[in-house]
């Protein structure tokens, strides 16, 4: 099928198109486009030609296909005021021969006829019409997300172990953890809109409903019970565990560290502990043995800490494109190691450049970007790759975006290297005011990075207004002015001036005022700096900033002491409940190491040889 674009031409090209790009990427701007696009048409007319190829599509398509248009319609009907025809798709494909399709059937049918699907689940097994026990534990599944009306309570006696179990709040009770043995392998299967198995389930109520303790000695207990399902169920909780409480990590590596050597649970266990920095640190040798099975994870999971031992396979993971964007996060780690020799693993993601697939090149550019001036041997490979780019602004068409941001990745990669990347200057010289890259700032700050020309970086400051992105791009260069050469009488009065209303100013130009300016950090100004260490993604870089500053910046202790101490982990946003945990374990990081650099210098002895109360 040729790749097209949504277009006003017919409900077959709005569906095709759709089709297309969840065949290519379902994560992409692009698939949001064709998704949405297709949206609006069925919301515009839920029984015209778009809805009759999907109704018709979720009945005779071959397998993926229909499960994406199963799960495409129940979204759909999410939000509907007349959800019948929803629930007349969905209610023969209950008895569909494959298992995953009366999975994603069940969960449309509950989302369109809630009470059409209790009356199937509470109905007698024996019955006439009743689902199988597949298709049931689904509708079970679907339902119980939104249990507003003691469902769980009533399917607590039903006769299926697994519904039973699926609707168990907790893994309390020796009758739970029988049926837990029985049938916790049925939970979450494939086909089903959340394929979460019980220990995610239950993980998911303990954040809210009980402390860290109880929540550990659930862990210990099914961590040493017999059945793979409640090991797998220690695993999946321990994961929801630590993606919530910051001591999670420490408190249960005890408990899980036996599983790492499990034949059967062994790969889960390095998935969960491998997700957390402070789990990879405690258990490092551990995730060192080889194994086939637990490679890729175990080795980001190094990578990510900085272990070289990790950086042959990493190589193999880039050239392969198999990790997607985890593998930049784990060339940072491996980056950050002094004296490391990054040359592989250059070369590895230039071969990966040449991958297939709509983000296989921006991921090995992210790469790159990564190690830095180290990825110098990439610059006749990137200088190719720039000049082929297309002349003048993109357009605003899905895929002509994604080949925006990859420009952007490109020009950004580019100014990471620095001055090694010089051969690319005449091409990003060349590069029209609103080209690639330059939205973002990527493009004015490569050719400054790489040029180190306090003179492009002086023009190009001058030319900016104060749109919240003319001001980020202004801290990036009047911080980068600071760090080479330093800051004229005028580039302080614009920090002063920029920073005179403190809530709006950006946290960089705060930090230049305060560590090349002089000025002291007090009062709303010090506020709104602080404000950024729990938001933005901000919170390592003022920590790091403010740790610079040493004992002139004593007024921000008591907020960065309440920040350290904060039992849960702080919101980040990110789209990756993993990489937010580390996002916090590394700001927990920062302020910790900030606040010992503030009170210590502040407790300093005279005489004494930087040691530290």
Known sequence: MSPRTPGPEGPADCVDAWLDEAGQDRTGDAYGAARSALFAAVRRDGDGPEARRLASLASGARGDVRLWVLRLLTDLASGAEDRTAAARTALPLLDDPDPRVRRAAAWLFAEADRSGAEQLLTAPVDHPGAPDPVARLALAEALLVRDGDGLAERLGTDADPAVR???????EGEAVLEDLDTAGTRIGGPGSRVTWRIGTVWGMKARSSVDESTCSAWIARLAVRPAEAARLAALDLAAEAMRHWRAAPAALVPHLRPLLADPSAGPAAVRVLGASLEATRLCREELAEPGASRAEAATLALARIGDVRALPELCRIVRAGSSGWQSAEAAKGLAGVPGADLAPLVAAAVAALDLPGPEEARRALA??????????PAVPTLVRMLAGLPAGPPTGSPRNQRESRRAGNLIAALGAIGPAAAPALPLLDAIPENGPGTRAGHTAMARIRISGDRRRAEQTLAGLGDRPRDVALAARILEWLADHGGLEPHHVARLRENAADAERTHPRLLATLWLHAGDEPTGPRLDALLDHVARDGFG????????????????????????????VRIPMHLGDRDEEMREDERLAEAIHNTLHRIAGLRHEKPGSEGETA
């Open 540 to 567: 390592p870089y003022v920590s790091r900033a403010l740790a610079a500053l040493g004992p002139a910046a004593a007024p921000a202790l008591p907020t960065l002491r309440a920040a350290a101490e904060q039992r």
């Open 165 to 171: 179990l699926r609707a168990a709040p907790a893994p």
């Open 367 to 376: 790469v790159l970007s990564a190690c830095g001036a180290a990825a110098a």
